[in-house]
């Protein structure tokens, strides 16, 4: 998998083209408001074409009045590209109301003509059916254009559990069920599907916790997102107007951003959950409040429930936290040095600086080569008290009783979470993207690392580098320590240290050194500076 770093930057949207296609809302709860709310919390500046003004209440629907067919084709051809660099040009496309299959038609030929002028296409989805009061909002006749022929070019589409019922014409009776009814949108030529859960899924679940249920599936992969039920005026989960609006433009926006679906989607969840959290009493409604990437909290942050571990993960209450030994030193302590070492004579090497805490990483030695090492630097590790984390070799790790394990999230669906957990190992965790940083989150490791920073040599890479402001996100997602990694030297650390992150990784301006021992000495003096400031 490829993605961006987190890091949203306006430099991402000089080759992208946000269009958004809904109905105006007059009482600003939903709709195309709620669409610009959305589109500027990710600081994109996109393109509107009003399909419909309504007439409205945030209770009620008095009218509905659509566009005209001029109008409305006036509105798409003034939303055309002008950049003519068709094959750097990253078109996004977002539709909500629609409603009339005339509509659906002329969407369907603007499509065609954006992909015969060489346009890379991303289309998202949110199939308004029906109105928070209940009213019809989609002809019949509509929705059949719309599965038939316009499915085949979705992104992503966004129903809600009334929607993906009525459009599926099916009843859900549980949790499995929402499993199946994305396996059969994905049959419908859709490329991926998010059916949102809400309040509705309370009545699924007995077993909710507190938490909101959205499950997402593609052709490639597929998982429970789940995020805290917001309490506002002593109400938890209160009527709140133009969610899914809102959340399917986040997920457009992080697209037109550069990020994949699923980082778009968890970005989203989360500046949504933000939104919600600050959302104001109106009308008998509430309204969502401001969001933006500067201004949301730890507990906005959704969890990604993989099925890769399902002995581990199970229906967990997001409000206890069932995770691994923690470093288990005083806050005041930090920043760490973090040396990585492939062999166990480093630790004996590098003790005299009286490290807190190294790693063994090893890619050259399998088998009995590969158990002595580990078992030397375990031992050695003990002798100078140091914490050793062993990286990937968890069974080893734990036949040794090393302080920890270090997993990358290509290792999750092989390594036992719950046997690493009893063990009483700590686990540190590598995370690259929003959505490796939502399934990290779900599982409480020890800590969290970020990399690569800046750029590196060391290996082989899928992912850009993240930068410092990526590092900040992720200082406000997690409650346990950020490790900063890659690519950072000495003259670099005090860009890294402008974000706080309790420990610095380090691999090649130690290992590579003619004197790694007074090197370590170095750095040590530099972030000891650093915490004093």
């Given at each position: 998998m490829t993605s961006l770093h987190p890091n949203i930057d306006r430099e991402n949207l000089k080759n992208s083209h946000l269009i958004i296609i809904g109905a105006h809302d007059s009482s600003g709860g939903a709709g195309l408001v709620s669409d610009v709310k959305a589109a500027n919390a990710l600081k994109c500046d996109p393109k509107y074409v009003v399909t419909h003004v309504t007439a409205q209440t945030h209770n009620s629907v008095s009218d509905?009045?659509?566009?005209?067919e001029e109008s409305f084709e006036a509105q798409l051809n003034s939303a055309k590209p002008e950049n003519q660099d068709c094959k750097n040009l990253n078109v996004v496309l977002k539709l909500g109301m629609v409603g009339k299959k005339w509509m659906f038609k002329k969407i369907y030929s603007f499509i065609e003509f954006l992909e015969r002028e060489g346009f890379s296409?991303?289309?998202v989805i949110d199939p308004v059916l029906l109105s928070s009061s209940g009213k019809s909002l989609m002809e019949e006749e509509a929705l059949d254009f719309l599965k038939e022929f316009i499915f085949t070019k979705v992104t992503l589409l966004t129903p809600n559990l009334i929607e993906a019922e009525n459009i599926l014409k099916m009843k859900v009776r549980n949790l499995k069920d929402v499993e199946q009814?994305?396996?059969k949108f994905l049959s419908l030529g859709v490329e991926s599907v998010l059916i949102k859960g809400g309040h509705f899924f309370e009545r699924l679940s007995d077993d909710s916790n507190g938490v909101i249920y959205d499950y997402f599936c593609s052709l490639k992969r597929h998982y429970w997102l789940k995020a805290k039920k917001i309490k506002l005026n002593n109400e938890l989960n209160p009527k709140v107007r133009g969610t899914g609006c809102f959340l399917a433009t986040l997920v457009a926006s992080g697209l037109a951003q550069g990020l994949n679906t699923s980082d778009s989607l968890v970005i989203g969840r989360c500046l949504l959950n933000s939104s919600i959290r600050k959302s104001r009493s109106n009308g008998?409604?509430?309204?969502?409040?401001?969001?933006?990437?500067?201004?949301?909290?730890?507990s906005d942050f959704p969890i990604i429930e993989a099925f890769s571990n399902k002995e581990f993960y199970g229906k967990k209450d997001l409000t206890k936290k069932r995770g691994f030994?923690?470093?288990g030193d005083r806050p005041e302590s930090f920043p760490w040095l973090y040396p990585i070492v492939d062999?166990?004579?480093?630790?004996?090497?590098?003790a005299e600086n009286k490290l807190h805490i190294i790693q063994l990483r090893i890619k050259d030695l399998e088998g009995d080569a590969l158990e002595r090492e580990i078992e030397e630097a375990v031992y050695l590790s003990k002798t100078y008290n140091?914490?050793?984390?062993?990286n990937d070799y968890w069974e080893l790790a734990l036949k040794y009783k090393a302080y920890g394990v270090h997993l990358g999230q290509e290792d999750l669906s092989s390594a036992n979470l719950e046997r690493i957990r009893e063990g009483g190992l700590a686990l540190g965790l590598s995370s690259h993207s929003y959505e490796e940083g939502a399934i990290a989150k779900g599982i409480f490791p020890s800590y969290v690392a970020l990399g690569p920073i800046y750029f590196t040599k060391l290996k082989a890479m899928n992912f850009s580098p993240q930068g410092v402001s990526a590092l900040k996100t992720?200082?406000?997602i997690y409650d346990c320590p950020v490790v900063a990694i890659g690519g950072i030297n000495l003259e670099l650390l005090p860009e890294v240290m402008s974000a706080s992150p309790e420990i610095v990784s380090v691999v090649r301006d130690i290992t590579l050194s003619k004197k790694p021992t007074q090197r370590v000495k170095e750095w040590q003096k530099q972030l000891s500076a650093k915490s004093c400031m």
């Open positions: 509905i009045f659509p566009v005209s296409l991303k289309l009814m994305g396996e008998g409604a509430s309204i969502l409040g401001p969001t933006g990437l500067e201004s949301f909290r730890s030994k923690p470093l062999r166990a004579n480093w630790i004996s090497r590098l140091i914490k050793l984390f062993v992720w200082k406000k």
